[in-house]
C-alpha cells in the first residue's frame, strides 16, 4: 500500500474530524454559550453508548463498526443536571468576555492584552474590580500612570461579573459555523413569534 494504512479503508478521513455534537445539560440549555459547548462526534457516540445522554438530532453521515452502524450525533443531552458555576472564576479568558473583547479605553478590538487600573507600583492588586481588557497601544500609553495622569478614560468600570451575566455575553460572539440542528437550542437570531 503506498498510502497510510490506518486511512487507505477510509473514503474522505478528514470529514470524521468533523461533527461535533452540541452539548446540551438536562434542562435542554447548552453547558456554555462561549464557548459553544461542543464535543467531537466520537466523545457523542461514547457517552450515548455508556448511556449518559439521548441523542436528540442527527447528521446524515454514518459510522461503521464490525457489529454496528450508528448515525453520527448532532445534539445530545446529559441525562444528570450539571449545576452551572455562580462564582466565576478570574482569568484572562473570563475577563475578556466580560469586556466584550474590546479594549476598555478605546473600544479596538485587536491586539488585547490586560490593564491594571491603578497600577500596581502604586498598590494597584489584580481583582476583578481592578483589572481591565486593554489594546497594546493603550496599556502601553498608560504604563504605570493613573488615568489622571495619562489623560486616559474607562469606558465602562470594572466589577466582578455573575456568571449568568458572562453566559449571556457569550451569546453576543456565535462560533463561525452553526449546524442547522442546534439553532432551536441556541437562541441566536431567533424570531420570537407575538
Keep these: 500500500m503506498d498510502g497510510d494504512f490506518r486511512t487507505e479503508f477510509v473514503r474522505e478521513p478528514g470529514v470524521l474530524k468533523h461533527h461535533p455534537a452540541l452539548v446540551l445539560n438536562a434542562d435542554y440549555r447548552p453547558l456554555s454559550y462561549y464557548p459553544l459547548s461542543l464535543w467531537p462526534w466520537q466523545e457523542a457516540i461514547k457517552a450515548a453508548w ?5 441523542i436528540v438530532a442527527e447528521y446524515d453521515e454514518l459510522v461503521r463498526s464490525p457489529s454496528v452502524v450508528i448515525r453520527i450525533p448532532s445534539v445530545v ?12 472564576a ?27 487600573v491603578v497600577p500596581r507600583a502604586a498598590g494597584g492588586v489584580t481583582s476583578w474590580e481592578n483589572v481591565v481588557a486593554a489594546c497594546a497601544p493603550c496599556n502601553l500609553r498608560k504604563g504605570s500612570k493613573s488615568l489622571r495622569q495619562a489623560g486616559m478614560a474607562l469606558r465602562r468600570p470594572p466589577r466582578r461579573p455573575q456568571a449568568e451575566e458572562l453566559r449571556n455575553v457569550g451569546r453576543k460572539f456565535p462560533p463561525n459555523h452553526l449546524h442547522d440542528s442546534w439553532i432551536d437550542y441556541l437562541y ?7
Design 50 to 54: 455508556l448511556d449518559r445522554v439521548d
Design 90 to 116: 478570574f482569568t484572562r479568558f473570563n475577563l475578556f468576555l466580560r469586556d466584550e473583547f474590546r479594549c476598555q479605553y478605546c473600544g479596538g478590538k485587536g491586539d488585547l492584552t490586560f490593564d491594571h
Design 77 to 88: 443531552v446529559l441525562k444528570d443536571y450539571v449545576k452551572p458555576q455562580k462564582r466565576v
Design 188 to 194: 441566536w437570531d431567533a424570531v420570537l413569534d407575538a
